[in-house]
């Protein structure tokens, strides 16, 4: 077999472990309550393919569903325990196998995806999910981009950022922040940033104009008037304060923010419908995954004008460090998890 062909999917099945490792949690709880456990390989349903895991990176998301917090999420992925027990959004690997239906991907291709349960050898993802991983893009680079460059990308085109834009970004050291930065400067806007002080030489680095410590200096103490769009991340400033920093015409948008243990940011977010003034509006973002934007992500990394920070690395048997370190809040940029 030479370099170009690739094995059929009864061999690359056939050649395929009855059993895999994946983590796993039966209760809610810190990352205590994940565990590597011994499972079954699954088997690729119609229009799914199997996915050999090469790495994945550890979004809130992930952090939140662990710990049902808010317990608003517990309405939707189990009211007692997770329903879907693994977690992992992002996943970047390799095709071992598809099932029926399945056209335009086959084993040996290497891909991203934005999917769930992706913190074991072996996943089963849709097609549709799919995206093809260029040779000019490592993985630990690509499993940083699907949630939170897709995140980056919704919540920039809902507040309009182009060329010529002023743009604040409050909270703006972590992996959709650090994206939101680079993705806003490739637009020609002018950024400004708020961060830990960590961040900052970071931020600028990617091309944030001015950056601020948000211990020494707070939104209200910005200009006020002065930006096109405000991409608030951190979820603490009062909306009026992140609407009165815009321009006439502005939009704020909003990423996430912790709020109550019940309903988190949702209450904030319904206030925001109502906070419309002077043509200054509010845009709620929620994180999602499409395919075509991860493929555009991925064309603008290997191009060299997009690329995330990672904050640590660490190796599948060790994926419950890697959810700890972003439990803790306290990482810049994005921690991803590799095969060992």
Not at 225 to 245: S, Y
Request: overall charge positive; charged content about 20%; glycine content about 12%.
């Amino acid at each position: 077999m030479n370099a170009n062909d690739t094995p059929s999917p009864a061999a690359a099945e056939a050649a395929l472990p009855a059993t895999m490792i994946a983590w796993r949690q039966s209760r809610y709880g810190g990352p205590d309550a994940m565990a590597a456990e011994t499972v079954p390989v699954p088997t690729p349903r119609r229009d799914e393919v199997l996915v050999r895991f090469t790495a994945a990176s550890i979004n809130s998301g992930d952090v939140h569903i662990m710990r049902g917090d808010p317990r608003l999420v517990r309405l939707f992925f189990g009211l007692r325990r997770p329903r879907v027990r693994g977690r992992g959004i992002d996943l970047v690997g390799t095709i071992v196998a598809r099932g029926d239906g399945v056209d335009g991907f086959a084993p040996g291709q290497r891909v991203v995806a934005g999917w769930r349960d992706t913190l074991a050898e072996y996943v089963a993802v849709p097609a549709s999910r799919l995206s093809l991983l260029p040779d000019a893009v490592d993985p630990v680079t690509a499993a940083a981009l699907p949630v939170a460059g897709n995140t980056a990308v919704t919540v920039l085109d809902a507040c309009e950022v182009a060329a010529g834009s002023r743009v604040l970004v409050v909270g703006a050291g972590g992996g959709v922040g650090t994206l939101t930065v680079q993705l806003a400067a490739d637009r020609g806007a002018e950024v400004w940033a708020t961060c830990g002080a960590r961040a900052e030489e970071v931020l600028r680095g990617l091309g944030a104009a001015r950056t601020f410590d948000y211990r020494a200096v707070a939104v209200a103490d910005l200009p006020a008037d002065h930006f096109d769009a405000v991409v608030d991340i951190a979820g603490e400033t009062p909306l009026a304060v992140l609407r009165e920093r815009l321009r006439a015409g502005g939009a704020v948008g909003l990423v996430g923010g912790e709020g109550g243990r019940v309903l988190g940011p949702i209450p904030r977010i319904l206030r925001s419908m109502f906070a419309r003034r002077g043509g200054r509006r509010f845009r709620p973002v929620t994180a999602s995954t499409k395919a075509d934007v991860t493929a555009g992500l991925l064309d603008l990394a290997a191009a060299g004008r997009l690329t995330p920070v990672i904050a640590a690395t660490f190796p599948l048997t060790r994926a419950g460090e890697a959810l700890a370190a972003v439990d803790a809040g306290r990482t810049v940029g994005k921690v991803v998890v590799t095969r060992d």
